[in-house]
Nanobody, 115 residues
Framework: VQLAESGGGLVKPGGSLRLSCVAS????????MSWYRQVPGKERELVAM????????SYADSVKGRFTMSRDNSKNTVYLHMNSLKPEDTAVYLC?????????WGRGTLVTVSS
């Protein structure tokens, strides 16, 4: 199983980015897919989750109204659309897949929000 994130980069405050995570070698549509973010010295934070069971999506309070997670099962891909970015959104963003008792992680993509 591989999860490959892309789309990170440097963006100014108030800007937007779209992250992608492509999954391979797993029954993608049945897995719960999530985006986390990691800042050195801090705990890994759950940003958004899309349930493979019921299709519901939930968000951390810190990103509600600014971030949107979407999923394309035909492409084995999840996206994180990030708008109105703030400096405190700077982090490595990681993709996570959970299903059948297994956890999988991508390597992450760095998002830097700075003027």
């Amino acid at each position: 199983v591989q999860l490959a994130e892309s789309g990170g980069g440097l963006v100014k405050p108030g800007g937007s980015l779209r992250l992608s995570c492509v999954a391979s070698r797993l029954p993608f549509s049945t897995y719960t897919m999530s985006w986390y973010r990691q800042v050195p010295g801090k705990e890994r934070e759950l940003v958004a989750m899309h349930s493979g069971a019921d299709g519901s999506t939930s968000y951390a309070d810190s990103v509600k109204g600014r971030f949107t997670m979407s999923r394309d099962n035909s492409k084995n891909t999840v996206y994180l659309h990030m708008n109105s970015l703030k400096p405190e959104d700077t982090a490595v963003y990681l993709c996570n897949a959970v299903g059948y008792g297994m956890h999988y992680w991508g390597r992450g993509t760095l998002v830097t929000v700075s003027s």
